[in-house]
């Protein structure tokens, strides 16, 4: 029970006076045992505690990141007040240096990796399974932080020439010392439950889409992904999301650069919407796959198991091999079907995860005794049976477009929009067509020496985890001309000029003073916050971290168009674009009435999270601890037609 100021004041000379020993202390009053209120009316205990066990496997699959440095903080938030934004951009901002974000201090010794499961036994129990899984774990959780480590403090040394990606060196006028932002930390999912996903789908599956957005893919397809998609059993897709945002120029710059630096892997583009009129003429966009889209995707897939269809030379080189061999994929494919498909049958929910493979005396085995035994007496007796279907299966980081792709194959809403990236760490299986499943997924953080406001930028990290807003506003100030783009005015202008009144013999007057506007970070998150009326509560003053997290949602969400081009890129064609830094320039009036629209409506973060009929369109409101931002809209999952950026969203 809350108790009023008189009671606490009372409380208070009461504890003061017993100190003094001018009062009896108090007897001890016994204490009151927990009390829980009864169930409603419909609300059972079993129920309640039903409830509690979804919210504990929810939050125990939720992302884990490292906590940044107070000190960093302070620090970054000091500079983003002080240090100006560099005006007019260049052109050089414009070219992705993937060179300088992927490798460590040494670049034979610091190669990051994604952890692999360790090997395990038929004879080892579920707990034996565990607890080796967790112990390589945590190795592996300890040698990336000390080579991250290292990399963060060789950019962090004060005589350091190298910079981050996105540091484009502020000039700061009439200053001797020129200060610069320290190197940020970079992020990288922490949790072994998320990191399991992963290896269930990469182990079901024969055929991988790594899915890159178009905009920057070499952020989103590390070395050490790279490294670890290319070691498995399945063949690898390139599959190149969002071409409609990035321009079709951009997309064959980076189709080109991507065919060169991994020759063998094949490459798609692909779009998810089409655009139609609204109401009011407005344009809605509705999730939709064209065909010469389609087309391209399933004739790459239809290449590759053509490929995995053919025996290994090793085995062609030896007869023997070569008659029991056995093609890992089911032999006949609909692919015309597959083009075609559609109805309710597509996209339907499969249940289990099992293996496609063909069935043998692994799986005839009863104990590990009998496989043992078998292995040795009778290898290779057993009748192969061909896998049922072809599985596929989508992998990638957040925001590459992956629920925006399932949603343009099956041509409805299978997924669900989220405002929380991350909300669903469950892998699915999804019918595409009877001879053809997908896997879905979900998104993870690989790891990766890019820094953190970068994995803000490409929308890989979820803003409500971002603590260091200023200074991921000022490092994408240097890409992007936020002031322009948002049609901010600077806060200095809103006071008139103070004359000066001041009498000057002659030849003594003072020089004039630079009148050139020049915006930092904190600047730009005042003027924004004045544009939309945000003030604090007690003080009255421009909510800055509330417009800070506005602006980087706009950026992230691709409600702000922008794309990089690839390394190596003539400036001349960058300059011809007629972009302002990485700014992707559109019609005017359109974008302002978007930002205001999604201003308005709000945007969300996709979640690979499959709808199920009893759940309709409701919200699962098992994680308590989301934040406002997460929590005042609802998303209608049943409607089709959706806007342009809910196709688009952050997908997990």
């Excluded at 020993?21 to 108090?26: L, Y």
């Excluded at 005006?87 to 040494?106: E, K, M, N, Y």
């Excluded at 996209?347 to 493979?357: D, I, L, N, T, W």
């Excluded at 929308?459 to 948002?486: D, K, M, N, W, Y």
Aim: charged share 25%; with cysteine.
């Amino acid at each position: 029970m809350r108790r009023s100021g008189k009671q606490r004041k009372a409380e208070l000379q009461l504890k003061r006076a017993v100190k003094r020993g001018d009062v009896a202390p108090p007897e001890a009053q016994p204490r009151r045992k927990n009390f829980r209120r009864p169930p409603k009316l419909g609300h059972s205990l079993d129920a309640r505690l039903l409830a509690d066990d979804a919210s504990r496997a929810a939050r125990k699959l939720q992302s884990q990141f490292v906590k940044i440095d107070p000190v960093f903080l302070e620090t970054t938030k000091h500079l983003a007040a002080t240090l100006p934004l560099t005006r007019p951009i260049s052109a050089d901002v414009c070219l992705l240096g993937v060179d300088h974000a992927q490798f460590g201090t040494d670049p034979v010794n610091d190669q990051l990796n994604v952890p692999r499961r360790p090997k395990w036994k038929y004879t080892m129990s579920k707990d034996d399974v565990d607890a080796n899984e967790q112990g390589c774990f945590r190795r592996w959780i300890t040698q990336t932080d000390a080579m991250v480590e290292r990399w963060h403090n060789q950019n962090n040394q004060p005589d350091a020439s190298g910079t981050d990606l996105t540091s484009a060196g502020p000039s700061i006028p009439d200053t001797t010392v020129q200060e610069r932002m320290p190197c940020p930390p970079t992020h990288f999912e922490r949790n072994l439950e998320v990191w399991r996903q992963l290896w269930r789908v990469t182990e079901i599956s024969q055929i991988l889409l790594c899915l890159l957005d178009s905009r920057c893919p070499p952020l989103h397809f590390p070395p050490s992904l790279e490294s670890y998609s290319t070691s498995r059993r399945a063949k690898v897709i390139l599959v190149l999301t969002k071409v409609d945002i990035a321009g079709p120029e951009r997309a064959e710059a980076w189709t080109a650069y991507l065919r060169k630096r991994h020759p063998g892997l094949p490459i798609v583009q692909v779009e998810a919407y089409q655009q139609k009129v609204g109401e009011q003429g407005r344009p809605v966009y509705e999730s939709h796959l064209p065909l010469p889209f389609r087309e391209r995707l399933v004739s790459a897939m239809r290449q590759v198991h053509e490929e995995m269809l053919i025996p290994p030379e090793r085995v062609r080189s030896d007869e023997a091999k070569l008659k029991r061999w056995n093609p890992p994929v089911k032999r006949e494919i609909d692919w015309n079907g597959l083009l075609h498909a559609h109805g309710k049958k597509v996209g339907s929910v499969v249940g289990g995860a099992a293996m496609p493979k063909g069935k043998g005396k692994e799986d005839i085995a009863d104990d590990a005794q009998e496989l043992e035994q078998e292995a040795s007496d009778s290898e290779g007796q057993l009748e192969w049976q061909e896998p049922e279907f072809l599985t596929v299966g989508l992998i990638g980081q957040p925001n590459v477009g992956k629920s925006s792709l399932l949603n343009a194959l099956f041509g409805i809403h299978k997924v669900r929009a989220s405002r929380t990236p991350g909300k669903t760490k469950h892998f699915q299986t999804l019918f595409w067509s009877p001879d053809v499943r997908l896997v879905d997924c979900p998104g993870l953080v690989m790891p990766a020496f890019t820094p953190m406001d970068t994995q803000v930028l490409c929308g890989i990290l979820p803003i409500s985890r971002v603590s260091a807003i200023p200074f991921c506003i000022h490092q994408i100030g240097q890409l992007l001309p936020i002031e322009t783009i948002l049609g901010l005015t600077h806060p200095s202008t809103n006071s008139a000029p103070v004359e000066d009144k001041r009498t000057w013999r002659d030849g003594k007057q003072p020089s004039a003073k630079d009148n050139k506007i020049h915006w930092t970070a904190t600047e730009i998150m005042t003027a924004y916050a004045n544009k939309k009326g945000w003030v604090t509560a007690k003080a009255g003053r421009p909510d800055i971290h509330r417009a800070g997290n506005a602006i980087l949602r706009l950026v992230a969400e691709g409600r702000v168009a922008w794309a990089f081009w690839p390394p190596g890129t003539d400036l001349a064609t960058v300059r011809s674009s007629g972009g302002n830094g990485i700014w992707l320039i559109r019609n005017t009036d359109q974008h302002a009435q978007e930002l205001d629209e999604d201003d308005e409506g709000g945007s969300g973060y996709e979640t690979d999270e499959v709808e199920s009929p009893d759940e309709g369109s409701e919200d699962c409101d098992q994680d308590k601890h989301a934040t406002d931002e997460e929590e005042h809209q609802d998303v209608d999952f049943k409607s089709v037609t959706v806007s342009r950026f809910g196709v688009l969203a952050i997908d997990d």
